[in-house]
């Protein structure tokens, strides 16, 4: 595997393998998406999530990682990430719940999270989810040869602040392949004094803004994951896997990417 800059770039048969990673990942979301509704535990989302693993005979990427004990970072409202699945944290109507995951492929990793509207939700609710997953998307957008990684940084602060929101600084995207989390981090602002540098084919970035209403400082949980709005307002977030390629960014991170059913 080639490096630039520290950075691994990965060649056409690793690519292969993280579509499809990130294809079983993507298809695991979608069943999240058609589970949530008021009423349901965030445990119920997490078993779904271990069970289609079984099923794809896919290990979970975040299960263990640094001491995480599932394999679903499941956020509501407040919630920025790291959300531990509950049994006792029922979703109720009007709230909203931010599922975060991954799972390792043949030694490739995928990542991916989407936020999901809990029912009838209020207008705040919904146009925060709006404006954050555009900002994933700007952000994709800036994801291309001639540009560099904080040309990614600055097109999702520039959207998100544009709408009054604040971008989350405590966390970033990373680069992503044979290890979950592997450089560069990609932040979801220009940071000062950063370390910058031009994008290359081959490249595989995790873009995840995540942004809030309020402040963007979050306070950390005694149970030393859950990361809460320091101020209680609304938080969400978007994740793509994706591909810096000679025609432009490929997303990784679609259900299309995985025919289904049992390997």
């Known amino acids: 595997m080639k490096k630039y800059r520290g950075v691994y770039l990965k060649n056409e048969n690793e690519l292969a393998k993280m579509r ?12 999240l998406g058609e589970a949530v509704k008021p009423g349901i535990s965030t445990m119920f989302l997490e078993e779904i999530v271990q069970e289609m693993c079984r099923t794809f005979k896919v290990k979970p990427a975040f299960q263990g990682y640094c001491g995480f004990p599932y394999a679903l970072c499941c956020s509501v409202n ?10 006792d944290k029922i979703l109720k109507e009007g709230d909203i719940v931010s599922c975060d995951m991954g799972v390792c492929y043949e030694g490739f990793y995928a990542d991916s999270a989407r ?21 994933l998307h700007y952000g994709i957008a800036a994801a291309r040869i001639g540009n560099t990684l904080y040309d990614i940084s600055a097109a999702v602060q520039r959207h998100a602040e544009k709408h009054g929101y604040k971008v989350i600084r405590n966390f970033v995207g990373h680069g992503i392949g044979a290890n979950l989390h592997e ?6 602002f220009v940071p000062m004094g950063g370390n910058d540098i031009p994008l290359q084919e081959g490249m ?15 306070t950390i949980l005694p149970d030393k994951w859950t990361a809460n709005t320091k101020d209680g307002s609304l938080a ?14 490929e997303i990784l ?10 390997r």
């Not at 920025?80 to 699945?85: A, I, Q, S, Y």
């Not at 009838?120 to 919904?126: C, G, L, R």
């Open 236 to 249: 969400a977030h978007f994740e793509h896997s994706v591909a810096i390629r000679s025609d432009g960014p």
């Open 253 to 262: 991170s679609l259900s299309s990417n995985f025919s289904g059913g049992c």
């Open 204 to 218: 595989v970035l995790a873009i995840e803004p995540m942004i809030a209403v309020g402040t963007y400082e979050v």
């Open 20 to 31: 499809i990673a990130n294809g079983m990942n993507s298809q695991i979301l979608d069943a």
């Open 115 to 135: 936020t999901f509207l809990v029912g009838e939700v209020s207008q705040e609710a919904k146009d925060l989810c709006r404006v954050t997953e555009e900002c």
């Open 78 to 87: 407040e919630t920025v990430v790291h959300g531990f699945p509950s049994k």
């Open 183 to 188: 450089k560069p981090e990609v932040p979801n």
